[in-house]
């Protein structure tokens, strides 16, 4: 077993964890440094939310080791006081306005009186939901809700923050401001585990990502130099229909997969832009029109289908 890593906030070392007789993770590794956002991605039932148990000490592994601060969450409660957590679900009282969630959480955390105020105050700021700390929860946007969840996860001054989901369920702009409030962190030297679902704020805003899939670690490193590694100079080719049956039938028969988005259609080209002015002739040639084609580079969700061994559009 390996030692200790002192340079890591957070350190997972070849963690292994069933439930009966399901394997829930097989020798999972991972290091999460001071400054730094890595998310953790994988498909439904990959044991991110296993793993992110592990990690605030809720769950312990039948084999392998977790370290916070060099320190075992699960048996030391030094280690959980270094670490913030925003689940999922909303940790928040929805009747109790903002300002006074927060305080309650202070209190929580063991800060009283003034403390607790000041210490309200400073998580509101960071994450900018000052002008609503006198609105219940229950009355807010998805986005501020997510916001005052995260704020109730630094109130102690957090050395790692886990996130599960911080956006689900939110507009654009609320994606945009959780995404600004994660950065702050990371340039004040907290260490983020981002367990999400959204490729595409795991590309924007990750140092590092991995990929998890059946319990087991597939794949790590940054975005792009993932992306380079696996598809090179390769381009993705997307195809908007306008619903036309004779279209579908022409794309599926060139190989095209539908898309994530409802009448989109998708392949991997050599020559992206060769491929797209092909497609466009071939289906003139039918009498059709697609309402656009895109060729652009490929993403994290084409590196997903990859991993997880689902179908991937041909090239």
Not at 91 to 113: I, Q, S, Y
Request: include cysteine.
């Amino acid at each position: 077993m390996s030692a200790a890593d002192p340079d890591a906030i957070l350190q997972v070392e070849a963690v292994s964890l069933a439930f009966g007789a399901r394997q829930a993770l097989k020798a999972v590794s991972l290091r999460v440094c001071a400054g730094e956002i890595y998310a953790l991605l994988g498909p439904n039932g990959a044991g991110k939310s296993t793993l992110a148990g592990l990690v605030c000490g809720r769950l312990r592994p039948d084999a392998g080791f977790v370290r916070l601060l060099g320190r075992d969450p699960y048996a030391d409660r030094r280690a959980r006081a270094a670490l913030g957590f925003a689940p999922q679900t909303l940790a928040l009282f929805p009747l109790l306005t903002v300002a006074e969630n927060l305080e309650a959480f202070a209190r929580l955390a063991g800060l009283k009186g003034r403390a607790a105020r000041e210490g309200a105050g400073e998580a509101m700021a960071l994450t900018q939901v000052e002008d609503r700390a006198a609105s219940q929860v229950r009355r807010l946007s998805g986005g501020y809700q997510r916001r005052v969840n995260i704020a109730a996860a630094i109130l102690g001054h957090p050395r790692l923050l886990v996130l599960d989901e911080p956006t689900v369920g939110v507009d654009q702009a609320a994606r945009q401001a959780v995404g600004e409030l994660l950065r702050r962190l990371r340039d004040g030297g907290v260490g983020v585990l981002l367990v999400t679902h959204d490729l595409d704020q795991a590309a924007d805003l990750a140092d590092r990502v991995g990929f998890l899939c059946a319990g087991e670690k597939r794949l790590e490193g940054s975005p792009s130099s993932l992306l380079a590694e696996s598809f090179g100079e390769q381009t993705e080719v997307e195809v908007l229909l306008q619903g036309h049956e004779r279209a579908v039938a022409c794309l599926a028969g060139e190989g095209l997969a539908p898309g994530e988005e409802v009448g989109t259609w998708t392949c991997l080209a050599d020559d992206g832009y060769g491929r797209a002015a092909e497609l466009a002739r071939r289906l003139e040639a039918l009498g059709l029109r697609a309402r656009e084609i895109r060729v652009r580079r490929p993403s994290l969700s084409h590196l997903m289908a990859r991993i997880a061994g689902r179908r991937e559009p041909a090239a």
